[in-house]
Nanobody, 125 residues
Framework: VQLQAFGGGLVQAGDSLRLSCAAS????????MGWFRQAPGKERDFVAA????????DYADSVKGRFTISRDNTKNTVYLQMNNLKSEDTAVYYC???????????????????WGQGTKVTVSS
């Protein structure tokens, strides 16, 4: 499956932004999906994940209550709605797809089989 993330940009602290990740090539609804981010000089960190059917979601503590992951399997797209953005949210955001049946350990980057190219989010304070 090919993944393309977009929607990043430069915003101010407190603003909202929605990232999208469009998938093509395979049956999107079969994949668990995740969002990760990597700030300059730091490792790639888990942000949020959603199971293939959309029934289960998981979030990093740092984004709980501010970010919402969702998916539209009819559009082969997963979204990350980011509200009340903070300067520490500045990073390149990546979407990823996991082809396993079980939606467990989706916070682990090594669980994912496919990665998008990333979209940059910059939050100015």
């Amino acid at each position: 499956v090919q993944l393309q993330a977009f929607g990043g940009g430069l915003v101010q602290a407190g603003d909202s932004l929605r990232l999208s990740c469009a998938a093509s090539g395979r049956t999107f609804s079969n994949y668990n999906m995740g969002w990760f981010r990597q700030a300059p000089g730091k490792e790639r960190d888990f942000v949020a994940a959603i199971s293939w059917g959309g029934r289960s979601t998981d979030y990093a503590d740092s984004v709980k209550g501010r970010f919402t992951i969702s998916r539209d399997n009819t559009k082969n797209t997963v979204y990350l709605q980011m509200n009340n953005l903070k300067s520490e949210d500045t990073a390149v955001y990546y979407c990823a797809a996991d082809r396993s049946w079980f939606a467990d350990n989706l916070y682990r980057s090594d669980k994912y089989d496919y990665w998008g190219q990333g979209t940059k989010v910059t939050v100015s304070s």
